[in-house]
């Protein structure tokens, strides 16, 4: 007989079992509330792994007393879409609620994620997508549109020693772990309730008081000195953009490498570096932006290891580019007219005139369509050429 891992075997069944998260659990928080008033919405859960994506949404389902049925985007496609549609229409039909829980549902194209739209939309299922990477990127703007985004932080260090305790209190092992070592396994998980547990699931393996070493020996890993969750990781790519600012390539590729060995998502580093092409770099180095761009779309083709030649190679040529705020000081300045004339009237010579009646009414008037073109009346409205 198979058996169940300690981290499936530990998953909460209620919301007061949960651990963490209080920013969604807390009293009069939206999931609290959604249970408690037992309506169910569709959602979209963003958060690293082991953050409880999946745990929530089995819970949701069973305290709303809805049908929860599971898809992985990995292994599902539009037959097993169908499938469970076919089943939420009988479940209807006899007043059950059904919902559908897709794990990774970034992974689904834009068509298998338009397949959904009028379900949801009718409320014949209630959805509940789980990412780790950021919906508004990978979920289509429509999908989301219909649902509520929450996102799911990295367990606290002392949330993960609470779940390895109570796993330990429930094994009748408390005692055969050291206090460095309960530690030693927080510190390993990064946030990531599933890995804590599986790698204490592995060190109760060794059948011998659990110390530090034996953490290590389990793991196979050391302490990272790179927290995902905290404030290292936002000191780490600020670091990184502010050397690529400065010019300074080995600063650039040591931070980097930082986040590649400590498992950053690659993808966010290649985003970072797009916003960088633009705000740092911009009409002093045009190819940047391109560059760039055809780095993340490298990165999302191929992957590390190999896409590490790609994230080099473009932090190189953005850390040597030229370097230019021109675009940045016209955005804000453009940003600030806008806020203080959003109503100002469009210029008639610069409308469009479509139709007799408003050519008459001067629509268009004088506008030649020609390259370079300039009108005496220029293209700002007048209220904001008059205060220039």
Not at 23 to 31: C, R, V
Not at 164 to 176: E, F, V
Request: charged share 25%; net charge positive; proline share 5%.
């Amino acid at each position: 007989m198979e058996r169940i891992p300690l981290a499936e075997r530990m998953r909460p069944k209620s919301l007061d079992e949960v651990i963490g998260q209080g920013q969604l659990l807390g009293d009069g928080e939206l999931l609290r509330r959604i249970v408690t008033q037992g309506e169910p919405v569709s959602l979209i859960f963003w958060g690293p792994p082991g953050t409880g994506k999946t745990t929530l949404a089995r819970i949701i389902a069973c305290e709303v007393n809805a049908e929860f049925i599971e898809l992985s985007a990995v292994t599902s496609g539009k037959k097993d879409v169908e499938k469970v549609i076919k089943h939420a229409r009988q479940n209807w039909n006899l007043g059950l609620r059904t919902i559908l829980f897709v794990d990774e549902i970034h992974r689904f194209n834009k068509a298998q994620q338009d397949a959904f739209l009028p379900h949801v939309e009718s409320g014949l299922i209630t959805l509940i997508g789980a990412t780790t990477e950021n919906p508004s990127f990978e979920v289509i703007p429509a999908l989301l549109s219909r649902t509520r985004v929450l996102v799911l932080q990295p367990l606290a260090k002392d949330e993960i020693i609470a779940i390895l305790k109570r796993a330990l209190k429930t094994l009748g092992k408390s005692k055969q772990i050291t206090p460095k070592a309960l530690d030693y396994l927080a510190e390993l998980s990064s946030g990531d309730a599933r890995v804590a547990l599986g790698n204490l699931e592995l060190a109760l393996g060794f059948g011998e008081k659990i110390t530090p070493d034996i953490v290590k020996a389990a793991a196979q890993k050391k302490i990272p000195g790179y927290d995902k969750k905290g404030d290292t990781h936002y000191d780490v790519i600020s670091a990184f953009i502010k050397s690529l600012r400065g010019s300074d390539v080995q600063a650039a590729l040591y931070y980097l490498s930082r986040m590649i060995d400590a498992g950053e998502d690659p993808k966010f580093i290649a985003r970072r570096m797009i916003v960088f092409a633009s705000e740092d770099i911009g009409l002093a180095g045009n190819g940047a932006l391109a560059l760039a761009a055809a780095t993340f779309q490298a990165v999302e083709r191929v992957g590390l290891p190999e896409a590490n030649y790609n994230l080099y190679h473009c932090a190189v040529a953005l850390a040597r580019s030229p370097k230019s705020r021109e675009i940045t000081d016209l955005m804000h300045a453009a940003k600030d007219l806008a806020k203080q004339f959003p109503d100002a009237p469009v210029p008639l010579h610069i409308r469009n005139a479509p139709t007799k009646l408003m050519k008459d009414l001067g629509y268009g008037k004088d506008y030649k369509w020609q390259a370079g073109f300039r009108h005496e009346k220029g293209f700002l409205p007048d209220e904001i050429r008059s205060s220039c």
